[in-house]
């Protein structure tokens, strides 16, 4: 009993230590890594107004997205449900808002840690792959910002445990469970429909009977079709509103450039691309020669997120891709060290420990940069003060003020359209406005500044570091507005 005991301690720690940089970087970096962005402030206007009026909806876009002062179903609704429960216990705050995203960031890495294990049979390994998870850049920031995607990404983890269980017993309800959190995550998220792809390829590819393999995907598609069932019922008398914003969400996407050239621009990044192909190119040669269900899943997952990550276009989605980097590093470096000889073990820790490197270096770099002048309290209380109470406020600003300044002095806010939309729509948020607070123009940049030319009666730049520095204008009477 004693020796049990001692085993689930020892467990325990070697998580506690694998996530210690998380929990460091986290708490250095908590309102700094990523800024306040944008998004964090539309999602909780819309879990907001489902609490107090029961319709997911937001009015910070005015009317330059359809219908989303009505019904904002642009989104699964399972984010803005978790949300709203989540505010209404803990406050609408920004540190209350990241804090859920916080909470699912250790429950993601508790999850893989036990993903790990199952892997590679040892805890030794799985403390590993959960330290090398941990002080990844796109996890960090994933688990700091108020996005769906951590939820999503928390429930596919889950997933992909279960899955990996059942591919090892007889027990079908595992697929019926395994289905149930991949269902959970695409109500998350859209994004998650890369977990049910993984699955079904890991189960035709698994030992099992090809009959069982049918009734396999059977098991597990059945509460992942529930799950679009229920989804389409919570937009079908809103399907012309959701067809609309998702044509202008797919337009937006069409518009920008993929997060990976973004990056590529990058010299760390650029090094840390190419030595994960490499990553990539010797664990393929690997499981050639090992064919066994855990390298099939591992390969599958790391192809399939990848190419998700390229053509999704957003920053945020390289999370689906860094469980998989880890894993696989981490298997090559065990297959090496219990196989390879002196040559081929010194290449792979001299790989794992550049990529380490470069993922931690990236970070701390951040940590350099966001000191203790920036300050998200100081510079919103700037911004306040220098907004008259009862004013309209256009924000076009990040970091984003907008989870601090709601409900204060009677202020009310509109954002920035985040996809193409008409002018004359946009031109009647800034006829409404009071006030613009810019640093970034991020729609119809030549006809803003153009507008802000002809029509503000005085500016002031808030701010004195490039991260934290926004400029504050103040707008004529509309009855003395031109353009």
């Not at 107090?52 to 997205?65: Q, Y």
């Not at 700037?382 to 009677?410: C, H, M, Q, W």
Request: charged share 15%; net charge positive.
């Amino acid at each position: 009993m004693a020796q049990k005991w001692q085993e689930k301690i020892k467990i325990v720690l070697l998580f506690l230590l694998a996530i210690t940089p998380f929990l460091i970087f986290s708490s250095l970096l908590y309102l700094k890594d990523p800024l306040p962005w944008p998004d964090e402030g539309i999602f909780l206007d819309i879990a907001n107004n489902f609490s107090t009026k029961g319709t997911f909806s937001t009015i910070l876009f005015k009317d330059t997205i359809p219908g989303m002062s009505q019904y904002a179903v642009w989104q699964p609704p399972m984010y803005s449900y978790f949300l709203s429960i989540w505010t209404n216990t803990f406050g609408t705050s920004i540190i209350a808002v990241r804090a859920l995203s916080l909470l699912l960031g250790i429950f993601s890495l508790a999850v893989f840690f036990l993903i790990a294990k199952h892997i590679f049979n040892t805890y030794y390994y799985a403390t590993l792959a959960t330290l090398l998870l941990s002080i990844d850049p796109n996890f960090n920031q994933s688990s700091r910002i108020g996005r769906m995607d951590i939820l999503a990404f928390f429930f596919i983890l889950c997933s992909f445990l279960i899955i990996l269980n059942a591919l090892n017993s007889t027990n079908k309800k595992l697929y019926l469970c395994s289905g149930i959190f991949c269902s959970l995550a695409i109500l998350s998220h859209v994004i998650a429909l890369l977990a049910p792809a993984i699955i079904a390829l890991s189960i035709l590819l698994s030992s099992i009977k090809f009959r069982e393999k049918v009734n396999a995907i059977l098991f597990f598609s059945l509460p992942v079709a529930l799950g679009f069932v229920i989804w389409f019922l919570t937009i079908i008398k809103t399907l012309n509103i959701f067809i609309a914003q998702m044509q202008m969400h797919l337009a937006k996407k069409a518009a920008v450039k993929s997060w990976v050239l973004h990056r590529w621009g990058d010299g760390q990044w650029q090094i840390l691309i190419i030595l994960c192909l490499i990553a990539l190119f010797i664990f393929a040669l690997h499981v050639y020669k090992n064919r066994s269900l855990k390298n099939y899943f591992l390969l599958a997952g790391f192809i399939i997120s990848a190419t998700t990550v390229i053509f999704s276009k957003e920053q945020w989605y390289f999370l689906y891709f860094q469980p998989f980097l880890a894993l696989i590093l981490i298997s090559l470096l065990k297959n090496a060290k219990e196989e390879s000889g002196i040559i081929k073990q010194t290449g792979i820790y001299t790989l794992l420990l550049i990529i380490a490197f470069i993922s931690f270096n990236i970070i701390f770099s951040k940590m350099i940069i966001y000191n203790s002048n920036f300050n998200f309290a100081s510079f919103t209380k700037n911004i306040s003060e220098n907004i008259e109470p009862n004013s309209t406020v256009f924000l076009s600003v990040i970091p984003d003020p907008y989870l601090a300044l709601r409900g204060k002095n009677g202020l009310k806010f509109y954002e920035f359209p985040p996809g193409p939309t008409q002018l004359d729509k946009y031109r009647g948020i800034l006829n409404s406005s009071d006030y613009i607070v810019l640093n970034a123009l991020f729609v119809f940049p030549d006809y803003t500044e153009q507008y802000l030319e002809k029509n503000s009666l005085s500016s002031k730049i808030i701010g004195e570091y490039s991260g934290y520095k926004t400029k504050i204008f103040k707008l004529k009477p509309p009855n003395q507005r031109g353009f």
